[in-house]
């Protein structure tokens, strides 16, 4: 029996001068649902990368308007099943705040949200506490926990 994709949304820090980093994360985590067991996952990734836009190195401006940037990334994380919410600045002082939005547009809408972190601060905010389904301290730890896999098998066929 086929599997029923499930959408991922890939949430984290976007800024030109570590674009590279802001990208990796997100590229490892595809590549290896991508290519698990030679067959792959069949998810869909909402990543607010794939487009063509350019990031200033500040991270706030870009070829496309904010608006346009904003309602995009609303609509992925509504139609969106996962969010996986990363929180690493890559030694980067500008704020998670389109970040911390989208996790909050998730939390809003009752999807489990997967956050990775190390900082204790995100781990015993009352918010976040409310609102994380799981927390691990790298994209590592993610996958090997396996996390992604526990939900698109809750909602694919159960096999005991």
């Known amino acids: 029996m086929d599997s029923t994709p499930i959408r991922v949304y890939l949430a984290g820090y ?5 674009i590279e980093e ?4 997100r590229k490892k985590i595809r590549d290896h649902y ?3 067991k030679g067959k792959g996952y069949p998810i869909i990734w909402f990543d607010p990368l794939n487009g063509e836009e350019k990031v200033s190195d500040d991270g706030l401006k870009s070829n496309v308007p904010a608006n346009a940037i904003v309602h995009r990334d609303y609509q992925c994380v509504i139609k969106s099943d996962i969010i996986v919410v990363n929180t690493d600045t890559f030694g980067q002082n500008r704020p998670l705040t389109g970040t911390m939005f989208e996790l909050a547009w998730g939390w809003e809408h009752h999807k489990p949200i997967i956050m990775i972190t190390k900082e204790e601060y995100y ?3 009352p918010f976040c506490l409310n609102a994380v389904s799981n927390f ?4 590592d730890e993610l996958l090997e926990q396996k996390i992604i896999n526990f ?5 694919n066929n159960a096999i005991y």
């Open 22 to 25: 802001c990208k990796s994360w």
């Open 123 to 125: 781990r015993k905010h």
């Open 151 to 155: 939900y698109f098998k809750g909602w």
């Open 14 to 18: 976007i800024q030109g001068s570590v």
């Open 136 to 139: 691990v301290s790298s994209v």
């Open 34 to 36: 991508m290519n698990w």
